[in-house]
C-alpha cells in the first residue's frame, strides 16, 4: 500500500492550488483520510480530515479558505486551497487509514509529502 501526493508548488498570496492524493496497492478498505502539513522548525500539524461517508474537519486557520474532498472510485483525497497566506507554506502530507487485504487491523499511511509555498 502506498500514498502518492501532487499539486504543490509555488503561488502568489491570495492563489489557489489543488493537492491530490492517491492509495494504491492491496486496499480492503479506506477510513479516513486528511492532510497535515509541517513548517520548518514547527510541528506537523492537522490541516483537514475527512471520513468515508464525507463529514470534513478542518484547523481553525484554514477554515474557508480549505477545502478537503475525496474521491471513494479512486481511492483518492483532495485539498482545494484558496486565498492563501505565506504562513501556509509548508510539506503538505496526506494521510490515510487503510486496512489492507488479508490484515485484521487499521492502519494509518503516509503520502511522501509536496511542497507548497506562498511567496510574492
Known amino acids: 500500500v502506498q500514498l502518492q501526493a501532487s499539486g504543490g508548488g509555488l503561488v502568489q498570496p491570495g492563489g489557489s492550488l489543488r493537492l491530490s492524493c492517491t492509495a494504491s496497492?492491496?486496499?480492503?478498505?479506506?477510513?479516513?483520510m486528511g492532510w497535515y502539513r509541517q513548517a520548518p522548525g514547527k510541528q506537523r500539524e492537522l490541516v483537514a480530515t475527512?471520513?468515508?461517508?464525507?463529514?470534513?474537519n478542518y484547523a481553525d486557520r484554514v477554515k474557508g479558505r480549505f477545502t478537503c474532498s475525496r474521491d471513494n472510485a479512486k481511492n483518492t483525497v483532495y485539498l482545494q486551497m484558496s486565498s492563501l497566506k505565506p504562513e501556509d507554506t509548508a510539506v503538505y502530507y496526506c494521510?490515510?487509514?487503510?486496512?489492507?487485504?488479508?490484515?485484521?487491523?487499521?492502519?494509518?499511511?503516509w503520502g511522501q509529502g509536496t511542497q507548497v509555498t506562498v511567496s510574492s
Open positions: 496497492g492491496s486496499i480492503f478498505m479506506i477510513n479516513a
Open positions: 494521510l490515510a487509514q487503510i486496512i489492507p487485504y488479508g490484515m485484521r487491523k487499521i492502519d494509518d499511511y
Open positions: 475527512i471520513t468515508s461517508g464525507g463529514s470534513t
